[in-house]
């Protein structure tokens, strides 16, 4: 076995498929049907630069599972993508869509490359030939892309738009996330940290803790991290003590106002060196005394270095795989009531499928109502979670995954196999 920093997130995706399939007395055909994706692509592409050169990325698009409906998940732009890490976001988003009960499989794609580095036109022609070169896998009933890590409405327009001209015609149902001017859904932009905020608020009930003053760390500053802050902010009058994004970490124990951090963070690149905070190390935020901490960056932050130092009564993983599986243990015994990634960060996806939806009908409905059926969705995750947690006796992460896998299982038993 690696060392957790350095572990393969496809292995840490499988161990804990292996133990909710252990749980349930699987049996071998449907678990080995599970266990690899279904469909891999690498796509080596040229994108030409700023300075004229050519430059040839690598991209993917892996659909892990798609015996509950098309394949759905984001596209994420970062330095460390590689197939195994596309792999694990795939499969993730598998049980992510089974246990929030949406009609879709799992699929995540990225390119490899440091979108900090990259001109906006050379991002677009990155993502103009990216979309056209895995054009031929996705589409509105096969695949549909979403935002991820550093990827946006933006992205998700040139997609659309380079997609739609191959075929002549307008197809907005291909991408999820997209701007409103072309059919993207009010409240996608707010949902993952809207739902996740939704799974912190059923998580204090059980807990008897009010979110009231509450002590919030933030660990990963961007779409989820922000907006989860200045919700917990605004509607629940939570105080956010430490934010970090990926060039430090800031703390106040009076609490600080996400809006002004953003703002800071928007002017200057980073939080770091907010007037109103001191400056702590990324590891020392980890381990803040607090009543909900969130991961919302990337995966391999909560190890089994760290897990027996973390403080927080509640984590709430906005960000996918930000624990590994020998981690859950510790935490568990501690105590801390882990809203897994797979529950606490669907509320993104959830709100895909109602974009999609609205896609599909050209009917679109109004953002009050699609917070309301996103607060019912999660609302009755949450709780299936929790029963699944007490039917089991295991925590929320092996109960997300039990859920998750015998939804997936039945799915595959009841079509059986071609031809
Ligand atoms: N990238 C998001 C996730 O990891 C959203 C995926 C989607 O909306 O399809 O859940």
């Known amino acids: 076995m690696q060392s957790d920093q350095t572990m393969n997130p496809f292995q840490m995706a499988l161990a804990n498929f292996e133990i909710a399939a252990d749980t349930l007395g699987l049996d071998n055909n ?15 592409f040229p994108v030409k630069l700023r300075d004229g050169r050519i430059k040839v990325f690598t991209g993917y698009r892996v659909q892990h599972n798609t015996a509950r409906g098309p394949a759905k998940g984001g596209l994420r732009y970062h330095p460390n993508v590689n197939l195994d890490e596309v792999r694990a976001l795939a499969s993730w988003m598998t049980w992510k869509n089974a246990v929030v009960g949406i009609p879709f499989g799992g699929g995540k794609g990225g390119v490899t490359c440091n979108p900090k580095e990259m001109t906006t036109e050379e991002l677009q022609n990155l993502t103009r030939r990216f979309a056209q070169e895995i054009s031929i896998m996705i589409g509105p009933e096969r695949d549909i892309p ?88 605004d509607d629940h009058q939570s105080r956010i003590i430490a934010i970090s994004d990926s060039r430090g970490a800031i703390f106040n124990s009076k609490g600080m106002n996400p809006h002004s951090v953003l703002l800071y963070k928007s002017q200057h690149g980073s939080v770091k060196g907010y007037p109103e905070a001191e400056e702590i190390s990324p590891e020392e935020l980890l381990t803040l005394e607090c009543e909900v901490l969130i991961p919302a960056a990337l995966e391999n932050v909560i190890t ?14 906005a960000a996918n795989g930000p624990t590994v599986p020998e ?54 995750a949450f709780k299936a979670v929790l029963e ?10 092996r109960a997300a995954y039990v859920l998750a896998v015998d939804r997936v299982a039945e799915a595959i038993r009841v079509r059986g196999i071609y031809p």
């Not at 059980?206 to 902010?233: D, E, H, T």
């Not at 089994?304 to 993983?317: P, V």
């Not at 882990?338 to 679109?364: K, R």
């Open 30 to 44: 449907i678990r080995e049907r599970i266990r690899l994706p279904e469909r891999e692509l690498i796509v080596n």
């Open 146 to 233: 979403a935002p991820d890590v550093y990827t946006n409405a933006q992205t998700m327009a040139w997609i659309m738009d380079t997609y739609s001209m191959a075929r002549g015609y307008c197809v907005p149902g291909v991408v999820t996330g997209k701007p409103l001017s072309i059919g993207g859904s009010a409240g996608r932009n707010e949902a993952t940290a809207r739902g996740c905020v939704y799974t912190i608020a059923e998580a204090a009930k059980v807990k008897k803790m009010p979110l009231k003053n509450a002590r919030i760390v933030v660990q990963g500053f961007g779409n989820a991290g922000s907006i989860a802050a200045k919700l917990l902010f």
């Open 304 to 317: 089994t270095e760290n897990a027996g130092r973390l403080n927080a009564k509640i984590i709430a993983e």
């Open 327 to 380: 981690a859950d243990a510790i935490l568990d015994e501690r105590g801390i009531m882990v809203l897994p990634d797979i529950l606490a960060n669907a509320g993104g996806v959830t709100v895909s499928y109602f974009e999609w939806v609205q896609d599909n009908y050209s009917f679109f409905w109004k953002e009050h109502d699609i917070n309301e059926r996103l607060r019912e969705v999660m609302v009755s």
């Open 388 to 397: 699944t947690a007490k039917k089991y006796d295991v925590h929320m992460r």
